[in-house]
């Protein structure tokens, strides 16, 4: 009989494996195989045959339907007469590892109920497809039930399963409850607490860990020196560093420490650090750590270096992705370098990304920084999908260049095309009207954004209608607006009220919100200026001459104001 993969085998001797169950072996080299269809065709064809399947090898074909035919082990498990624990359990593991969380828990109800008792293994997999934490809760009480849960491997899934949905209180419970941990539980519990914001109990498991004797690994350090990173503890982080050097570490989990260090310096405001970390790396460089030296780059405003580092990467044999492309786009509207953002622009095209809906919306941002305002216009319209974060980025690009009316127009195209907006959309809508002296339209959004679109008003928001009434001298209105407001006004309200008062001359109000404001910052010398310049402008020197005197005094110093021009354009 000849079949379509090219095999031409007698039919008395497949009958010959499959009667005495010889056929076992053959499954076994079947998943080191390129032809893993072919255990399902034996298969179909002993069926034809009327050959009746034994529980060893329906056990052996429910463990292929891991390796990609799920749907038809499943029908074979339907058809299994004889079905042990471990027949039981193949059919949900083939699922849960391939990403059908809801079918393996529709499949684990009906299977508990009849068969009664699962091992720790498909425990263990069926807390990686749990979608919600009460289902592994029901999970976590029925391995109690059963007693499985004493296995250090189920409880450290217990653990992740615990941390993913945020129930950090839970994970650290089940986390005591180990009693013979090992180095994977511990990285388990760090890595959840960093990832929940518990930086400072990230970094005091960590120290017990090293109490109890356990050796650290690329994992562990990675989790503490990311808890570091976000507390800004540079010398604690410094110390880590150390140790990685001390314990021998590095040479074995080089590009896992490699990028978290530099990652670690960047995060810290130590750009010079980073750098040298990633110029002494001693070893094969991939993507990841070059995306994280250049957006360290960037996030500290060192934007001829992360050119220079993509520069050379360009001379590797590695290829920039899109995190790559989007940083890099990042560092052009921060300089407005409209000639660099072509050129990233036509890798991004020749890289195979003109349709990656992050990376448009990055160019549309780019070209609006940069004053091309038709250019971001473009990029937006050959957009095959939009989401709300391009809508909200031409919206604010229209509205920043002073175009309110297009502004405007764009944000009901947007709702007519069936796109809710968001807090931010409606910012930038009020903040377009501001620009463009649209009072009663600005008014009108504002109002209209819990009722009509679901959005509460921010501070964010009331400060950018202030400014708008601000600009359209309707000064008593913008302070009856933060009189009325639901919560305490932060200092963005406060500076937007100051900044209206200033403009209408308001002095005695000017008083009122600066002393509110400078309670609320008051090491911020630009608070101050302004104020000085109100009192300037009126006449009253010498309050403007205190006011220089008591910046002077505390040694507050205003950042200069410094423009971005292009060379040769």
Not at 396 to 415: P, Q, R, W
Request: hydrophobic fraction near 40%.
């Amino acid at each position: 009989m000849d079949f379509d993969l090219g095999y031409s085998i007698d039919s008395t001797v497949i009958h010959y494996f499959m009667v005495f169950g010889s056929c076992t072996c053959l499954f076994q080299r079947c998943p080191q195989s390129k032809f893993k269809s072919f255990p399902f065709i034996l298969h179909s064809y002993t069926t034809k045959l009327g050959v009746s399947t034994p529980p060893h090898f329906a056990s052996r074909l429910l463990f292929h339907g891991e390796s990609g035919r799920s749907h038809h082990a499943c029908r074979l498990f339907d058809q299994t007469p004889e079905r042990s624990s471990v027949a039981f359990s193949l059919p949900i593991s083939a699922k849960c590892r391939h990403g059908d969380a809801g079918p393996a828990v529709a499949l684990f109800r009906p299977m508990h109920a009849s068969f009664g008792r699962f091992d720790e293994r498909t425990y263990t997999e069926l807390l990686g497809a749990c979608s919600t934490v009460d289902i592994g809760k029901q999970v976590h009480a029925i391995s109690i039930k059963e007693c499985c849960e004493c296995v250090t491997v189920f409880k450290t899934s217990l653990v992740s399963m615990y941390c993913k949905f945020g129930s950090t209180n839970d994970a650290l419970r089940v986390f005591e409850e180990i009693r013979v941990k090992d180095v994977v539980c511990w990285n388990a519990m760090l890595t959840g607490l960093v990832r929940n914001g518990h930086e400072k109990d990230c970094v005091l498991l960590f120290q017990e860990m090293q109490k109890a004797g356990f050796a650290a690994n690329g994992f562990s350090f990675s989790s503490v020196l990311k808890a570091c990173s976000c507390l800004s503890a540079l010398e604690l982080g410094k110390q880590i560093h150390g140790h990685i050097i001390v314990s021998g570490c590095y040479s074995f989990d080089l590009l896992v420490l490699g990028t978290a260090l530099v990652d670690f310096y960047c995060k810290c405001s130590s750009p010079d650090e980073a750098c040298k970390v990633f110029h002494e790396f001693d070893g094969p460089k991939d993507i990841v750590l070059y995306n994280s030296i250049i957006s360290g780059f960037v996030h500290n405003k060192k934007y001829s270096d992360a050119f220079l580092v993509f520069r050379n990467l360009e001379k590797e044999p590695l290829k920039p992705n899109r995190h790559t492309m989007a940083t890099l786009l990042d560092a052009c509207s921060g300089i407005s370098c409209l000639l660099k953002g072509e050129e990233i622009h036509g890798v991004v095209i020749k890289g195979g990304f003109g349709f990656d809906i992050v990376l448009n919306n990055a160019l549309i941002d780019m070209y609006s920084k940069g004053g091309k305002i038709q250019n971001a216009r473009t990029v937006f319209d050959r957009m095959p999908q939009k989401n709300v974060i391009s809508w909200t980025s031409i919206i604010d690009a229209y509205g920043s260049h002073g175009d309110g009316i297009e502004a405007l127009c764009m944000f009901e195209n947007m709702v007519e095309s069936g796109v809710s907006p968001n807090s931010v959309t409606l910012l930038s809508v009020i903040s377009a009207c501001s620009h463009s002296g649209m009072v009663d339209e600005g008014r009108r959004y504002f109002w209209s954004m819990k009722e009509k679109f679901g959005v509460v008003q921010g501070p964010e928001h009331f400060a950018s209608l202030i400014d708008l009434l601000g600009r359209g001298g309707h000064v008593d209105e913008a302070w009856d607006l933060v009189c009325s407001m639901p919560v305490e006004p932060n200092p963005a309200v406060c500076v937007s009220l100051l900044n209206a008062c200033q403009g209408n001359e308001d002095v005695l109000r000017a008083e009122l919100v600066a002393e509110m404001l400078l309670k609320l910052q008051v090491e911020k010398p630009a608070h101050y200026v302004l104020l000085s310049n109100l009192y300037a402008s009126v006449g009253r020197w010498d309050d403007a001459e205190t006011l220089r005197r008591i910046i002077k005094m505390r040694g507050l110093r205003k950042v200069v104001g410094s423009s971005w021009i292009e060379i040769g354009r």
